[in-house]
């Protein structure tokens, strides 16, 4: 079956760095998904990764091990707005069929 | 326009109830999905259109009917509903075809849900 892994919740200072991990099993692969939400709201866009390495865009980098099955979300100079949950999401085989982790809450205090 | 708009934003209907949810887009999207997301839950997959045509139904009780009657426009009809059915309704669309990212989905902001 699918299997999609993340923490439940993760508590970060104001400007520190937050490291979120997802770690998958899946029948196929064909790119993986970071998606931020807030409570009560859409999720919404962050990164996509589909082969191998670090992606960066601004304070969010995002990095992919296929072989390995595994992928993190990096946060940094976390700001209060920051505090949602973060969703890892996997293309496993049919286009636009995503699954979903159960996504990892991150609160940010100050 | 990078927006998918969806009405209404919150809902509150009985058991014998039939209501629609609705959403639109207009960034030429030709892929459109319905996820259900329960409190604290990842979204699950209920539906996908493709140039208008259903593609894939995840299984989904038929008391839920999705409809898309342009390529703009997608809409879920909900009849005899359970109080479990009760959870936020998303809506995504994306685009189709070759290239990295191109399944990339833009969500509404859903309809807030509950079965009384």
């Known amino acids: 079956g699918q299997n999609i892994d993340q923490p439940t919740e993760m508590t970060a200072t104001e400007g520190a760095i937050v490291q979120i991990n997802c770690t998958y099993q899946?029948?196929?692969?064909?790119?993986l998904f970071w998606y931020q939400q807030h409570a009560g709201e859409a999720p919404t866009f962050l990164s996509y990764?589909?082969?191998?390495g670090l992606e960066e865009k601004g304070r969010f980098s995002s990095f992919l091990s296929r072989s390995k099955g595994y992928s993190y979300l990096l946060l940094k100079e976390l700001q209060m707005k920051d505090s949602a949950s973060y969703l890892c999401?996997?293309?496993?085989?049919?286009?636009?069929?995503?699954?979903f982790g159960a996504g990892t809450q991150v609160v940010v205090t100050p | 326009d990078t927006e998918v708009t969806q009405t209404p934003k919150h809902l509150v209907m009985g058991m014998t109830n039939k209501k629609s949810l609705k959403c639109e887009q207009h960034?030429?999207?030709?892929?459109m999905y319905w996820y259900k997301q329960k409190a604290k839950k990842p979204p699950e997959l209920m539906f996908v259109?493709?140039?208008?045509?259903?593609?894939i139904n995840e299984s989904v009780p038929s008391r839920f009917s999705p409809e898309c009657p342009n390529s703009s426009l997608l809409n879920l009809h909900l009849h005899a509903l359970q109080p479990e059915d009760s959870a936020l309704y998303l809506c995504?669309?994306?685009?189709?075809?070759?290239?990295?990212?191109?399944?990339?989905?833009?969500f509404g902001s859903g309809t807030q849900l509950s079965v009384l």
């Open positions: 995504a669309s994306s685009q189709m075809g070759v290239g990295p990212g191109n399944e990339k989905l833009f």
């Open positions: 899946t029948s196929g692969f064909n790119g």
């Open positions: 990764n589909v082969l191998d």
């Open positions: 999401a996997v293309k496993a085989d049919s286009w636009g069929k995503l699954q």
């Open positions: 960034m030429g999207h030709r892929a």
């Open positions: 259109y493709s140039y208008e045509k259903l593609s």
